[in-house]
Nanobody
Framework: QVQLVESGGGLVQAGDSLRLSCAPSERTFSSYAMGWFRQAPGKERDFVAAIRWIGGTTKYADSVKGRFTISKDNAKKSLYLQMNSLKPEDSAVYYC?????????????????WGQGTQVTVSS
């Protein structure tokens, strides 16, 4: 089973930036789409951003539009999330996800590979 490994989380102040990375454990892994979701304590896991691997179509949650940018490296099969102008309400565990078949980019239940998550904490 392919593993997704996230990195780049941490503790920052409001207004700072962070860049999250996600890579599959097998370089031969091929996905239809990859995305980022987040879960704050006591809340459901929510969609943040996603990208279609062929064509590069992206989708963002309204709460992060204009601040977060999702991107990919085709050669490394890696996924990134550049987070700028961070707010305390962005604090959560961020999960990388991948789907190996056609899905709705913001449909959490349709992703069939998940990482373990990386903590992002934004202090005010």
């Amino acid at each position: 089973q392919v593993q997704l490994v996230e990195s780049g989380g941490g503790l920052v102040q409001a207004g700072d930036s962070l860049r999250l990375s996600c890579a599959p454990s097998e370089r031969t892994f091929s996905s239809y789409a990859m995305g980022w979701f987040r879960q704050a304590p006591g809340k459901e896991r929510d969609f943040v951003a996603a990208i279609r691997w062929i064509g590069g179509t992206t989708k963002y949650a309204d709460s992060v539009k204009g601040r977060f940018t999702i991107s990919k490296d085709n050669a490394k099969k890696s996924l990134y999330l550049q987070m700028n102008s961070l707010k305390p309400e962005d604090s959560a565990v961020y999960y990388c996800a991948a789907a190996d078949r056609r899905i709705g980019l913001d449909e959490l239940e349709e992703y069939n590979y998940w990482g373990q998550g990386t903590q992002v904490t934004v202090s005010s």
